[in-house]
């Protein structure tokens, strides 16, 4: 074998794995057509787009303070902004590629790779093709954006358009027409409203980010901007251009045909697993939803592990981290179980403005699996930090079981939604009870007081 471990791509779901195993003495060969690590959160994804809102979130906050007399030119300076993201994105890319410099037993090679036999990649790279083989192969390819059958798809800029290095958008629409209701329409939609877009949003379905339990949802959707309007059961027709750039979107809602002219449009209609070649030939099982993985990141060829979004599990970076370290560790232990990913205890952010954030199971899970359980909650209208920041909407809902008080799950709708997750679900994957919680000194004067504080009210 040429290598211990050839990983199939080299973001969140390989580059853990690889340096774990690289670090106990293997040989690992990663490929990526990027010829970069850290896959499309960093080059479109996750970094970039919170680059856009934590300006976007100042911008608001400051507009609030605005009458205590912070002065200046209030314009926002787009391409100043984008600059920003994009520095960010550069300085993180020099900052892996010094962690992969010091890593003895790591190359990383650019290209494309199909699989050839379950040992076997074939890499198709600037010099030509060449093969390789491994004891141990990693599909960790990822997923891309989906472009639905539109007519008039490719006047649309999607997320990877508008957040790669040099973003495709140059100035600040005026409006904007999303396409797509879930999280990336939805957190994008609210970033701009920010930024004083005009925002009409299209969702094909009946609700605002499907598959999010509906009562989160509905604790959301009242706190967007007003500058966001949500169009459901909007059934796209066409996009297409005006003589003057701006962009008509056709529509077709309760039977109506209906249409609207915007700047841009934003196409957000979900991503798809990117399934590299070979690998459903080799017998590899592969659904609608991705390569089907065990909770060891096994598929059903014991040495072809999958991880990240290719299995379409948790298709989030930090799920995609945790299945490598998982793989990692099944690939040293052997065949031993020393390892097992948990689903159910990865966090979700949707970080609109404000963001909403939930972990575990939440009400609609508890009442279909007919878990009893008890709730706790605190709204930020009583939390010190959220009247400071003028922003007391929403608050903190636990769950927990009704014997036994172990927390099954919460949410966050609200502020620092995206940091009070990681505690509520910390204490989840570690099986903490309500009082646990309760017998925490969380402090004060931060949100997450609302955590024990909440816990307490069981008592
Ligand atoms: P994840 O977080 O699930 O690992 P990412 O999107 O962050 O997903 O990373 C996946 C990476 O896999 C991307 O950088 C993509 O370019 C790469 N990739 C996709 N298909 C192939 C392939 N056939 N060969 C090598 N790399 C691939």
Redesign the pocket.
């Known amino acids: 074998m040429d290598y211990d471990v050839i990983t199939?791509?080299?973001?969140?779901?390989?580059y853990p794995a690889a340096f774990r195993l690289a670090r106990m003495g293997m040989g690992v060969l990663m490929?990526?057509?990027?010829g970069v690590m850290?896959?499309?959160?960093?080059?479109e994804?996750c970094v970039p787009s919170k680059a856009v809102r934590e300006v976007a979130e100042q911008w608001d906050r400051q507009r609030r303070f605005s009458s205590f007399g912070i002065k200046g030119d209030r314009s926002l300076d787009f391409a100043a902004l984008m600059g920003h993201k994009d520095a960010v994105q550069r300085f993180r890319y020099e900052q892996h590629a010094k962690e992969l410099s010091r890593t003895p037993g790591m190359t990383l090679l650019k290209?494309?790779?199909?699989m050839i036999s379950d040992h076997e990649v074939s890499?198709l790279t600037d010099a030509g093709e060449k093969s390789f083989s491994g004891k141990y192969i990693l599909i960790?390819?990822?997923?891309?954006v989906f472009v639905p059958p539109l007519p008039g798809a490719e006047l649309c800029l999607t997320s990877h358009d508008l957040y790669k290095m040099n973003s495709t958008l140059k100035s600040c629409p005026s409006s904007m027409v999303v396409i797509g209701g879930g999280y990336v329409g939805l957190e994008t939609a609210t970033f701009f409203a920010s930024f004083g877009t005009n925002v009409t949003l299209l969702e094909i379905g009946e609700t605002l980010l499907p598959g999010v339990d509906p009562e989160i949802v509905s604790m959301l959707v009242p706190q967007i901007s007003s500058l966001v309007t949500p169009v459901l059961s909007a059934q796209l027709l066409s996009v297409s251009s005006r003589t003057d750039g701006k962009k008509i979107v056709r529509y077709r809602q309760n039977e109506m045909d209906l249409e609207i002219v915007a700047e841009m449009v934003f196409l957000a209609a979900g991503r798809r697993p990117?399934i590299?070649?070979g690998v459903r030939e080799l017998g590899v099982v592969v659904t609608k939803k991705g390569i089907e993985v065990d909770d060891r990141m096994k598929t059903n060829i014991s040495h072809v592990f999958a991880?990240?979004?290719?299995n379409g599990k948790t298709?989030?970076?930090h799920a995609?981290?945790r299945q490598?370290l998982v793989c990692a560790h099944q690939i040293l232990g052997g065949d031993l179980a020393s390892d097992r990913m948990n689903f159910e205890s990865v966090p979700t952010t949707v970080f609109t403005l404000p963001a909403a954030a939930y972990v575990g199971l939440t009400p609609s899970t508890l009442t279909e699996r007919g878990i009893p359980f008890k709730r706790a909650t605190y709204l930020f209208e009583e939390d010190s930090r959220a009247q400071i920041l003028g922003e007391t909407g929403g608050g903190i809902h636990l769950f927990f079981h009704l014997e036994t008080r172990k927390l099954l799950g919460g949410y966050v709708v609200g502020i620092d939604a995206g940091n009070l997750i990681g505690e509520i679900g910390l204490a989840v994957s570690a099986g903490l009870s309500a009082g646990d919680l309760a017998s925490f000194a969380d402090q004060h004067p931060m949100a997450s007081e609302g955590i024990s504080k909440a816990a307490r009210s069981l008592f």
Do not use: E, Q, R, Y
């Open positions: 199939i791509g080299a973001g969140g779901g390989a490929v990526d057509p990027k850290s896959g499309n959160c960093l080059a994804g290209g494309t790779a199909k890499v960790a390819s990822g997923s891309d990117v590299p070649g991880c990240g979004d290719v298709p989030l970076f995609a981290v490598s």
